[in-house]
């Protein structure tokens, strides 16, 4: 029988790469995001090249109800969910704490961190009831050091390395994995995203380097994943060899 994986943010970037290496290793995939028609395009694409099985939850994680309605009414057949990657997230901006932008923040922290345990305690029951499970959460360099102007982008990244412990602690009864990976600069959307369309100064922050790829972070997932029963890598810090944590890059 397939494994079965469930990617948030699977519409681009890491959880599209994610999604993709699972699939190609013979995983039936639920991917999510907001963006319908990359979803449904990439899943179409993925059972095409891989023959396996994909399903497309459209949802935005920061609303409760969407999360729950869409994971609790998944048919019978995907409910047996053996890892959840908690993905999907953002930074917006990268502004001093005092000129900051109260809407970003929000955002950030509704998606970053609100969405996180949305998601996390919607597909939980699955995990549970079957007494095994994995969930990986994405947390990146900013959880461990903040860096100038990151303030609140830092802070929900904290947060989930934060709540990545407590899940370990709480979850390690049901027999539960619990891995954060922290990555450094990958070139993904995620600063089109942040500096909100602006592609050149997006373009600026990867110059001059090689940063990570999302296929850098892909491989590291499959890999956490397949380890034998027994063995759970808690907690991974990922950089470019250009990158020695959050604040320092040699250009
Ligand atoms: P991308 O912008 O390429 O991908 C982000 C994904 O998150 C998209 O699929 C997007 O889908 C989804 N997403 C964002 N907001 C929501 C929402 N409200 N509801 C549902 N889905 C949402 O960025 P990355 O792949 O780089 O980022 C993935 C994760 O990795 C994030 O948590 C990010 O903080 C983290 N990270 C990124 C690093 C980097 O340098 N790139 C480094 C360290 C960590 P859609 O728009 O379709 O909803
Ligand atoms: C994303 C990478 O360097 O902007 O988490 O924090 S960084």
């Known amino acids: 029988m397939k494994k079965i994986i469930l990617v948030t943010g699977a519409t ?5 790469a994610i ?3 699972f699939c190609k290793a013979g995983w039936n995939c639920i991917i999510t995001g907001r963006r319908e028609d990359i979803l449904v395009q990439l899943a179409g694409d993925l059972q095409v090249t891989y023959g396996v099985d994909v399903i497309p939850l459209v949802f935005d994680v920061r609303d409760r109800h969407a999360v729950n309605t869409a994971i609790s009414q ?5 409910q047996a969910i053996d890892v959840l990657v908690n993905n999907a997230g953002l930074a917006l901006g990268r502004d001093s704490f005092e000129v900051a932008n109260l809407d970003d923040w929000d955002t950030m922290i509704d998606t970053n961190l609100k969405g996180l345990l949305y998601v996390s305690k919607a597909v939980l029951p699955y995990l549970v009831e ?12 900013a959880a461990k050091e903040v860096y100038k102007d990151g303030n609140t982008y830092c802070a929900t990244k904290h947060a989930v390395d934060a709540i990545s ?4 602690i709480d979850l390690l009864q049901h027999k539960i994995k619990v891995t954060a990976i922290h990555p450094g600069a990958a070139e993904t959307e995620f600063s089109i995203v942040r500096f909100k369309g602006d592609e050149e100064k997006a373009r600026q922050v990867y110059e001059g ?6 296929q850098d972070i892909a491989d590291i997932a499959l890999y956490v994943a397949n ?6 890598i808690n907690d991974l810090v990922v950089t ?3 990158q020695a944590n959050s604040m320092y890059v040699q250009k």
């Open 19 to 21: 999604a993709t290496s």
């Open 130 to 141: 079957r007494k095994k499970g994995h969930i990986i959460n994405i947390g990146s360099t």
């Open 209 to 214: 380097y090689q940063a990570l790829q999302a």
């Open 227 to 232: 380890l034998p029963e027994h063995v759970c």
């Open 74 to 78: 998944l048919p019978e057949e995907w």
């Open 165 to 168: 412990k407590a899940m370990r």
């Open 240 to 242: 470019c060899l250009a």
């Open 12 to 16: 681009s970037g890491f959880g599209k």
